[in-house]
């Protein structure tokens, strides 16, 4: 499975930016879908996440009622939509998927078997 995670940039706080990701290889990998950060000197840390359908999805409580996360199967995408944007939103992003197939989104890096470059977004106060 590759991963090409894009989108990011330079956004005012209270701005809005649109993360995708293009997916590819074997579609069971990608049963689970997630978005995950790390800014500096922090670790990685779960930001949202979403399973082969679309229908169940989890998010962090820093970002909950600001960021969604969506999926278009037929396009091998996934997105992260993110309003709101604070300075403490400041990272790198990762789009990450793995064969999990739970019905509880995973959080934790461990489910997460493949990892995109990441896309770095800045938010300035």
């Known amino acids: 499975v590759q991963l090409q995670a894009s989108g990011g940039g330079l956004v005012q706080a209270g701005g809005s930016l649109r993360l995708s990701c293009a997916a590819s290889?074997?579609?069971?990998?990608?049963?689970?879908m997630g978005w995950f950060r790390q800014a500096p000197g922090k670790e990685r840390e779960f930001v949202a996440g979403?399973?082969?359908?679309?229908?169940?999805?989890g998010y962090a409580d820093s970002v909950k009622g600001r960021f969604t996360i969506s999926r278009d199967n037929p396009k091998n995408m996934v997105y992260l939509q993110m309003n709101g944007l604070k300075p403490e939103d400041t990272a790198i992003y990762y789009c990450?998927?793995?064969?999990?197939?739970?019905?509880?989104?995973?959080?934790?890096?461990?489910?997460?078997?493949?990892w995109g470059q990441g896309t770095l977004v800045t938010v300035s106060s």
């Open positions: 990450a998927a793995g064969t999990d197939s739970r019905l509880v989104v995973p959080t934790g890096r461990d489910a997460y078997d493949y």
């Open positions: 290889g074997r579609t069971y990998n990608r049963n689970v």
């Open positions: 979403l399973n082969r359908s679309g229908f169940r999805k």
